[in-house]
């Protein structure tokens, strides 16, 4: 797994000015981001996702850094209850989720993290692209999944589900309107290539993920 590009790094990379480092549309893309990190676990059999619910399955370490931080936060957060509701992990989790990712595309040298002072005091870090290969590929492998219809993966299904459910369709599309992407994205999300567990997840986490989104624009 640890070589494998996360479905929560390749929002993040649709999510970065690849000039300027800065991360567009940030209160849809962290709930994105949180929401892309525990569909990962599901899809890894770390956690199941069922009935708005969430549960901890095993914490055996997935190989990958991102995976099992989020596996540790979990456990404690769970605090030996059998289950809790996913949109409670993602409204905690959200504001947390993008740092460590950005971290993680930078030590795969996906990014570069720059320091920038905002008045001349305020420090802000900025990631602009160090190497493009990674996000071509993911890009095209959307074209080819939302525009030209061909049959997408259950990650890929999850990835556009997730980007469907915060209103990121301009991030992966940004050359088209909204509107003449939704409904093949929200045809992929009702995820009838996946298995039955996984459409079920996918689902929940569409829900969570939507109402986070909501719940950050009117904060």
């Keep these: 797994m640890g070589n494998t590009i996360t479905l929560a790094e390749e929002i993040m990379l649709l999510a970065l000015d690849d000039e300027s480092g800065a991360v567009r549309q940030r ?9 892309a990190l525990l569909f990962e676990l599901v899809m890894a059999e770390r956690v199941s996702v069922a009935d708005k ?5 095993s914490t055996e370490p997935t190989g990958e ?41 930078g030590e795969r040298g996906l990014v570069v993290q720059q320091e920038h002072k905002v008045l ?5 870090r900025r990631y602009p692209e160090a190497d493009g290969t990674v996000e071509r590929a993911l890009r095209e492998r959307l074209t ?14 999850g990835l556009v589900a997730l980007l469907h459910a915060a209103k990121l369709h301009r991030l992966a599309f940004p050359h088209l309107r909204a ?8 045809e992929i999300a009702d995820g009838q290539w996946a298995a039955e567990s996984v459409r079920r997840a996918i689902r929940d986490m569409q829900a969570a993920v939507t109402a986070t989104v909501t719940a950050a624009a009117a904060g």
């Design 65 to 105: 850094p991102l995976l099992d931080g989020r596996v540790r936060l979990i456990e404690a957060w769970m605090r030996g209850r059998p289950r809790r509701r996913v949109s409670q992990w993602l409204a905690k989790d959200y504001t947390k989720a993008v740092a460590p990712v950005l971290e993680r595309l």
């Design 53 to 57: 619910h969430l549960e901890l399955v």
């Design 120 to 124: 001349g005091m305020f420090p802000t």
């Design 179 to 186: 509107r003449s992407v939704s409904p093949r994205m929200a």
């Design 144 to 157: 080819a999944v939302v525009l030209e219809h061909a049959e997408p993966d259950e990650r890929t299904a």
């Design 27 to 35: 209160q849809s893309a962290a709930p994105a981001v949180a929401g």
